[in-house]
């Protein structure tokens, strides 16, 4: 069965600091990687998505991909209270495009 | 990306009855659309993907005569809860593929309460 693990947190930390968000993958045949917000209420909005294994950069989000240790990062630089919310790391299969959904880490950016 | 909108946003309705949801990418047309469904603090649980012009293929443990999903237009979706029970209750969400990648949108979300 294809899993997708993410530490449920809640993760807190202060305003101006580095988030660390990380999530494993069970299937080695999974080619893409996706970062989903969710805030409370609300449907999940793409933040960042990585294909390749190394980093990517999008503002202050950085996404972080190692296939070989089947792994997976989201770092938010510069922590701001409104990025408080459920992060939601996603996992499709080579040839798929079903996403397989983790339960989220809740991040809590205190003031 | 690509913006989806899905109407209603809420609806509650009395067991028994049936209820469409729309699912509409605004923006380009998705041969591809996906349902899912969110219970309280869990996470997004796929129940079909919803393919233009065809069937569409449920998961398994979905009952797809108790989730009717119609994929009529490139840009529309629906999916009809019939006889709808209060564990029908949930957070329907759709999603579209971007036809250049594996990425996926979501649409703002519905909230169904069955009474």
Known sequence: QKEVEQNSGP??????????????????GSQSFFWYRQYSGKSPELIMFIYSNGDKEDGRFTAQLNKASQYVSLLIRDSQ????????????????YQLTFGKG???SVIP | GAVVSQHPSWVICK??????????????????????????KQSLMLMATSNEGSKATYEQGVEKDKF?????????????????????????????RVTSGYEQYFGPGTRLTVT
Request: proline fraction near 4%.
């Open chain 1, 11 to 28: 993760l807190s930390v202060p305003e101006g600091a580095i988030a660390s968000l990380n999530c494993t993958y069970s299937d080695r």
């Open chain 1, 81 to 96: 209270p409104s990025d408080s919310a459920t992060y939601l790391c996603a996992v499709s299969q080579a040839g798929s």
């Open chain 2, 68 to 96: 009717l999903i119609n994929h009529a237009s490139l840009t529309l979706s629906t999916l009809t809860v019939t006889s709808a029970h209060p564990e029908d209750s949930s957070f329907y969400i759709c999603s579209v």
């Open chain 1, 105 to 107: 880490t809740k991040l």
């Open chain 2, 15 to 40: 067991s028994g009855t049936s209820v469409k949801i729309e699912c509409r990418s605004l923006d380009f047309q998705a041969t591809t659309m996906f349902w899912y469904r969110q219970f309280p």
